[in-house]
């Protein structure tokens, strides 16, 4: 068994070298063409068809004979419901067509009277504006009618009744804003947290701890019948902040 697939190997190798020493040789690469190609056939066609059955609307027809010419010619129905036919040769010099029918597409159409009207209109009143440009005319503003006149005046008696009511609001607002600052005191509340956060150290201008703010009612100025001494209330708070130090 080992000896017969040895020689299939053996000629395995030696088949697919011959190939491609053969291929090399022989390949289409390394060869020079020497047949030359056939001469042309002489040929002919013709065909008609139709967008509808049994309605005809172009035909074609093409002969070539075995020189290598051409000559042929199509027709067809355009959308204006004109028969169109296109005659051509083409040989070793080109395509050269040949139009029948077609007078029509190369004649310049000629105006109507309708046409013929804008454009005298036009012309004219491009000259009068070409001519006032370089004159320099200035250009024709419309008058406003009476109608036009009144519904302005209206708009801008309107306008600066609505500015001058609105003028009379800010000047009355800021009034307001000035002698709410001249009359207002400022809160005792307030300077006293604002003494306390410059102050590092030390009791408040009432004789009070910082650390007391909050736990009781201000000290009062007097007593209850308007004297100038230390009130009850007082002595309260003033034990309160010594109890207050002695324990920090």
Known sequence: ??????????????????????????????????????????????YQAGRYPG??????????DGSGIVHGSY???????????????????GFHPSLTNFEDTLVTPTDSEAVKLAKEKHYALYERIANANAQGIPPHVPADSASVTRAKDK????????????????????????????????????MSVEKHDH?????NHDGRNPACRGRGPPP???????????????????????AVNGNS
């Open 75 to 93: 027709s067809y129905i355009d959308p204006k419901h004109k028969v169109r036919t296109v005659d051509y040769v083409a040989d070793a010099n």
């Open 155 to 190: 708009h801008l008696q309107l306008f600066q009744k609505i500015a001058q009511e609105h003028a009379e609001i800010a000047a009355q607002r800021e009034a307001e804003r000035l002698a709410f600052e001249a009359t207002s005191v400022p809160n005792e509340y307030s």
């Open 220 to 242: 009062t100025r007097g007593n209850g019948n308007g004297g100038s001494g230390s009130s009850q209330t007082d002595e309260q708070v003033n034990g309160m902040n010594a």
């Open 1 to 46: 068994m080992n000896i017969v697939v040895t020689a299939l190997v053996l000629s395995n190798t030696c088949m697919g070298s011959w190939a491609l020493e053969v291929y090399g040789k022989y390949s289409t690469e390394n060869l020079e063409v020497t047949t030359p190609p056939p001469p042309p056939k002489p040929y002919s066609f013709k």
């Open 55 to 64: 309605q005809i609307d172009r035909v074609h027809q093409e002969a070539g």
């Open 199 to 203: 102050a590092a150290v030390g009791f």
